[in-house]
């Protein structure tokens, strides 16, 4: 499976954004999606993660209210709707893709190549 993600860049704080990532190759071995992030210093972080076959969707406390997970499966792409951005959000967010629910919140089997989202205040 390989992940194009797309769509960071500067923003400021309160402001939207949104994020896509596209899956090609073996994509019927993805059970689900989701992102990660790693701000400068930081270990990398889950951020959301969605069932691919269902569309139920699980988001870290830091921004469930404030982020939207949802999939294009005729596009085989998920977007990460970013709303109400604060400077803590400002990180390199990655794709990626597990064959398993468990899996895709922790370590999962794909990754695609991290988007630069940067938050001013």
């Known amino acids: 499976v390989q992940l194009q993600a797309s769509g960071g860049g500067l923003v400021q704080a309160g402001d939207s954004l949104r994020l896509s990532c596209a899956a090609s190759?073996?994509?019927?071995?993805?059970?689900?999606m989701g992102w990660f992030r790693q701000a400068p210093g930081k270990d990398r972080e889950f951020v959301a993660a969605?069932?691919?076959?269902?569309?139920?969707?699980k988001y870290s406390p830091s921004v469930k209210g404030r982020f939207t997970l949802s999939r294009d499966k005729a596009k085989n792409t998920v977007y990460l709707g970013m709303n109400v951005l604060k400077p803590e959000d400002t990180a390199i967010y990655y794709c990626?893709?597990?064959?398993?629910?468990?899996?895709?919140?922790?370590?999962?089997?794909?990754w695609g190549q991290g988007t630069l989202v940067t938050v001013s205040s």
């Open positions: 969605i069932n691919w076959n269902t569309g139920s969707t």
């Open positions: 990626a893709a597990d064959r398993n629910w468990v899996g895709i919140q922790g370590a999962p089997d794909f």
């Open positions: 190759g073996r994509t019927f071995s993805t059970y689900a």
